[in-house]
């Protein structure tokens, strides 16, 4: 747990201390009740599992499936309309912000033959994905990648890659100066 609060106050310049991180960042909480709903999810008590997900999404405008795979350190920004479906699959040090959708594209309809298939993305370790972005299907979003604010996603994504736009194309090398929301505070970028 250490660790993992320590994770965000690297990443957050507006998380003071520890206490404030666990008493008032709703991306802590989602995440704190994800791993009690996965308990239930693996034991296949899905229903459960599924109550906790939702008594977690009234309580922090964050709705993770309980299925959904979460390694270490992810740290949800403001988290409000965060969405992560069913086969999501998570790496170690990820940042999302708010208004993200970790979705599926299949079709509501013959809903049994998309059971037990991977329908929704995996971001790989230390990837950022941008407020308002739309990561959607079975892509895969390599290590260290950059998603721009809004973009939206339909194809795999490769390292280090900055992804900007609808669709989503590749600009440039991801680097430490990364901007998620797209705006820098030198006024001539």
């Known amino acids: ?34 791993q009690i709903a ?11 599992a599924r109550m906790i997900s939702q008594f977690s999404r009234f309580l922090t405008g964050i709705e993770i499936h309980p299925k959904a795979k979460i390694g270490k350190n992810l740290f949800i920004d403001h988290g409000m309309g965060v969405v992560i479906g069913e086969t999501s699959e998570i790496g170690d040090n990820v940042t999302i912000y708010h208004m993200v959708t970790l979705g599926g594209i299949s079709p509501s309809i013959d809903s049994d033959n998309q059971r037990n298939v991977k329908r929704h993305p995996t971001l790989k370790d230390n990837v950022v994905v941008g407020s308002g972005a739309q990561v959607l299907g079975p892509v895969v979003v390599g290590k260290n990648a950059k998603i721009g604010a809004n973009a939206v996603v339909t ?35």
Request: hydrophobic share 45%; no cysteine; net charge negative.
């Open 1 to 34: 747990m250490n660790s993992f609060l320590e994770s965000i106050i690297n990443r957050d310049p507006a998380a003071k201390s520890k206490l404030s991180v666990v008493l008032t960042y709703p991306g802590v909480k989602a995440v704190f009740f994800h």
């Open 38 to 48: 996965n308990f239930f999810s693996v034991a296949k008590f899905d229903l459960i």
């Open 155 to 189: 194809k795999d994504v490769s390292e280090n890659a900055v992804m900007v736009g609808i669709p989503a194309k590749n600009v440039g090398v991801a680097t430490e100066e990364f901007k998620p929301y797209g705006i820098s505070s030198n006024s001539d970028e």
